[in-house]
């Protein structure tokens, strides 16, 4: 994974302040490592409305829509299966389509990248002051049924979850421990595997709850597991996302460890902020510079 050669900057808005003073000091605070709740005040925005995220899910290209059944166990293996609608009726009847619906990137169509760049911007100065540049900032909006599950799983990116309709109840564990997502499912996952992780039961004693309410929102580290369980009524979530030099180094080095367990070798795991991976990651660069992503096959 290639970090941008540019860096992203917000865009000018006169929108009104979404995160206040102090739900922009809290998660100063605690970025980029620690899971926490914050308030915020995006409401029921006319471009989160339920006829409007239909005809945008309409828009998108095919790879930028996902979506299933929400009547699934914490971890399943691979990805669920289809609900048998087309995206457009699972989101405008979600209420009674027992579904669960992601539209991603949605950043590609120019009102949605506005409200992405007006959000991120907000966060900013705490971003940049613990990671350096923002890069590839990117949204993605969760439409859910009614006690619908999200599986069990990691994601590459720093990433806020805003409650905008609903509620639902996050379940996070601590990213980087190996008890929780082995050095292999990380490596499998960089290497093009799938992100969905191997669950058990004795996990939930040692997971964090996060009950989030509309106006509510919770920070996700970088590569950290969770699971999502969403409330009695139909569920309306923002996720806005973007990564750092670091996260890229992250993944990158995990790469080199996937090489080099391939050969044989037991590679040391990689380290968690604000330790650097910077030298394995450069080895992974070289290497596809030379040979390709995946030169030993």
Known sequence: MNAPSTHWKPARSSAPTIFNKE????FGAHYPEGPHQLRHALDRHPLLEIDALA???????????????????????????????SIADTIRHVHEA???????????????????????????????AKTGPMLTPQGFIFISSPNAV?????????????????????????????????DEMHESYHSGGPREL?????????????????GEAVYVPVMAPHFVRNG??????????????WSYDESD????????RRVGLTPRATKRWPATNLKKSLAFRAWRKVFGRWGLQ
């Open 150 to 182: 999200t599986p069990y799983h990691f994601d590459p990116e720093h990433n806020i979850l805003l409650q905008v309709a609903g509620s639902k109840t996050m379940t996070q564990f601590q990213a980087g421990n190996p008890k929780f997502a082995s």
């Open 23 to 26: 739900a922009r000091a809290k």
């Open 232 to 245: 009695p009524d139909s569920s309306i979530s923002l996720s806005i996302t973007w990564r750092s030099k």
């Open 98 to 128: 027992n579904s669960w619906a992601v539209l991603k990137n949605v950043e590609q169509v120019p009102s949605y990248e506005a409200l992405l760049s007006d959000l991120l911007g907000e966060l900013k100065e705490e971003i940049e």
């Open 198 to 214: 191997r669950w058990e039961d004795d996990f939930l004693k040692s997971g964090w709850e996060f009950h989030l309410g509309q």
């Open 253 to 260: 080095a995990r790469c080199t460890n996937a090489l080099m």
């Open 55 to 85: 005809d945008l899910a309409e828009r998108l290209p095919e790879t930028s829509v996902e979506y299933n059944r929400g009547d699934l166990p914490i971890g399943v293996d691979g990805k669920p299966d289809a609900n048998g609608l």
